[in-house]
């Protein structure tokens, strides 16, 4: 078997906002971050499997609509009724699947590894709510969006779910195809600001 | 922006439903067994009201769900909406539509 250098480096995960995220300018008002790889796995359920699957997670699968838990530096999103995203920045998607399968096993359930399907962006700042509502057109006040909220949306003609971690933090997961076009309509309205 | 409420997930823009055609239109069991005008009644034939019409929509950008919805086809107005499974609410023309 060979291993180069040269071949684990072309078998990197490709970045799709490598380029765009060296580039950005720094704008305390509204930061763009693009954030590092994680384990995503989709869950579906009824409900003799939802309890089981959380615990394997090592997060209770939320049950209140458009919420989200967290613990240990993981999360798990409310997407739908029986539809949750699980999320573990910087873990191997493999052990966490393995582990949610045997804890699930003979429960009607589907779990899928969507670990490549999307990468994540952070906007932080004073400033995130207005530059998101440059192309989202939620209501992002406290009130209809408070802390703990997540969904999943639009940002232009992009589908993203949106997290909001603090009143002034949110986490943006976008299909890698269509992160370049959200990166860089969230640049064109952070030059609303300087 | 037309605001729809999901049964879901509350109150939403509308750019993130897509419709789906009337609601309540049932598949017919043994479709063998029906005349040709009568599948094709099923396939095509529907009631496009003036008023209130049942129909189906889908939550497409937020949870993903079909759920029902009564809509006054003259004023765009959405006067309810349930969830798939439910029945349709007993709610006649004149008592919305033209808020
Ligand atoms: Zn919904």
Redesign the interface.
């Known amino acids: 078997m060979v291993e180069s250098a040269a071949v684990t480096a072309s078998l990197a995960p490709a970045r799709p906002l490598g380029a765009l995220a060296a580039a950005s300018r720094v704008l305390p008002a509204a930061r763009l971050t693009a954030l590092g790889d994680a384990a995503r796995l989709v869950f579906r359920g009824r409900e003799a499997a939802i309890g089981p699957a959380g615990e394997a997670f090592g997060v209770a699968l939320p049950r209140e609509?458009?919420r989200f838990n967290a613990g240990n530096g993981r999360f798990a999103f409310w997407?739908?009724?029986d539809?949750w995203l699980l999320l573990a920045p910087g873990a191997e998607p493999a052990p966490l699947f393995a582990a949610i399968e045997a804890a699930t096993a003979g429960l009607p359930h589907s779990l899928v590894d969507v670990s490549a399907r999307s990468v994540g962006i952070e906007l932080a700042g004073d400033k995130a709510a207005f530059v998101l509502n440059q192309g989202n057109?939620?209501d992002l006040s406290l009130d209809a969006f408070p802390v703990g909220m997540c969904?999943?949306?639009?940002f232009h003609k992009a589908?993203i779910v949106l997290v909001r971690h603090a009143p002034d933090v949110f986490h943006i997961d976008v299909w890698r195809s269509f992160a370049p076009y959200v990166w860089e309509l969230l640049e064109d309205a952070r030059r609303e600001l300087a | 922006m037309l605001i729809i409420t999901c049964p879901w997930c509350g109150a939403r823009p509308e750019v993130e439903f897509r419709y789906g055609g009337e609601a309540h239109i049932a598949r017919p069991a043994d479709p063998s067994a029906l005349t040709d005008a009568e599948w094709a009644d099923f396939l095509y034939n529907r009631t496009n009201p003036k008023g209130l019409h049942a129909e189906r929509w889908r939550h497409i950008h937020g949870c993903g769900r079909y759920f029902n919805a009564l809509r006054d086809t003259v004023s765009d107005f959405f006067v309810t909406t349930y969830k798939a499974g439910e029945k349709r609410p007993d709610i006649d023309a004149s008592s919305g539509g033209s808020k």
């Open positions: 609509a458009c997407l739908g009724p539809e057109p939620l969904t999943r949306t639009v589908e």
